[in-house]
């Protein structure tokens, strides 16, 4: 069992920044950031493998937001730069547990067994 909390969640103007924290009792897995609007489904922001290297970012977010683990704080970071209102939602942590790939990262939500309870990250225009 892997118990993950998120925080750093808030309100924010357009172009403005946030760090998200997420804390986990281990970040030894792989590791994603998700993200849900009101509507739609959840969609992947970034992904990380268990072994490290160059992580995943989606399109949308891709040269706005960077994730980054510190395993000595058991903790992944997501900072998010030049925010815009089409990233309002609510950001989720999310945990692989068990044994794969270490160095494959995943971005699909079922691949995930272990979920935060979300921060909701609203930015106004």
């Known amino acids: 069992q892997v118990h993950v909390v998120e925080s750093g969640g808030g309100l924010v103007q357009s172009g403005g920044s946030l760090r998200l924290s997420c804390a986990a009792s281990?970040?030894?897995?792989?590791m994603g950031w998700f993200r849900q609007a009101p509507g739609k489904e959840r969609e992947v922001v970034a992904a990380?493998?268990?072994?490290?290297?160059?992580?995943y970012y989606a399109d949308s977010v891709l040269g706005r937001f960077t994730t980054s683990r510190d395993s000595a704080k058991n903790t992944l970071y997501l900072q998010m730069n030049s925010l815009k209102s089409e990233d309002t939602a609510v950001y989720y942590c999310?945990?692989?547990?068990?044994?794969?790939?270490?160095?494959?990262?995943?971005?699909?939500?079922?691949?995930?067994?272990?979920w935060g309870q979300g921060t909701q990250v609203t930015v106004s225009s």
């Open positions: 281990s970040v030894s897995y792989a």
């Open positions: 999310a945990v692989k547990g068990g044994s794969y790939s270490y160095t494959k990262y995943y971005t699909q939500a079922p691949d995930y067994n272990f």
């Open positions: 990380i493998s268990r072994a490290g290297g160059r992580p």
